[in-house]
């Protein structure tokens, strides 16, 4: 993985009377500088191509192979990382996303969306932990337990690295 330095959004707030305040967080640029996608390390997967990946995260491909149902696990919608889910892999914004997810129930595609976590950290536990499951998370915050996926052949940190 590339070292990179690390680039800010800085908001001031007004504090009430007392002042004012500078908070200081992470952009979704940063987020998507160094995303994988990770998988359960017995998923019999170990490269995608993009678009075959962007169909496993809009759930037209259900199984990866007859036993093995797909388990997609995305970040809840505050995340800087949702936003890389959403802008690069969805294409859509988020009410989109919702509306697809909705209408694909309805028309009896699938029989659920995908499980919304919180933390990486619950990414890496539940791909860890889930036959099948597959997510996407900062490379700084895998762990050992999960199987990272090349995308077009690369890796994150590669320069043709599609999740940059």
């Known amino acids: 993985m590339r070292a990179s330095s690390p680039k800010w959004l800085v908001k001031v707030v007004l504090w009430g009377t007392l002042g004012w305040a500078v908070i200081a967080a992470p952009t979704s640029a940063r987020a998507a500088e160094g995303m994988a996608v990770i998988v359960h ?8 191509s993009f678009e075959e990946m962007r169909r ?3 759930g037209e491909r259900q199984y990866w192979n007859s ?3 797909v388990v997609l696990i995305v970040r809840a919608p505050v995340a800087p990382e949702r936003q890389v889910v959403l802008n690069k892999i969805y294409r859509m914004t988020e009410s989109q996303f919702k509306q697809y ?6 028309r009896a595609e699938t ?11 619950t990414i890496n536990e539940l791909v860890s932990a889930i036959p099948g499951a597959i997510s996407l ?6 762990v050992p337990g999960v199987k990272v996926v090349r995308i077009d052949g690369a890796l994150p940190g590669d320069g043709n690295y599609p999740l940059r």
């Open 111 to 121: 029989v659920s969306t995908p499980k919304v976590v919180y933390s990486n950290q």
């Open 67 to 69: 036993n093995l149902p």
């Open 101 to 106: 997810w909705i209408a694909r129930i309805f």
């Open 137 to 142: 998370v900062r490379a700084e915050d895998i």
């Open 41 to 48: 390390p017995s998923t019999p997967i170990d490269h995608l």
């Open 56 to 58: 496993v995260f809009l």
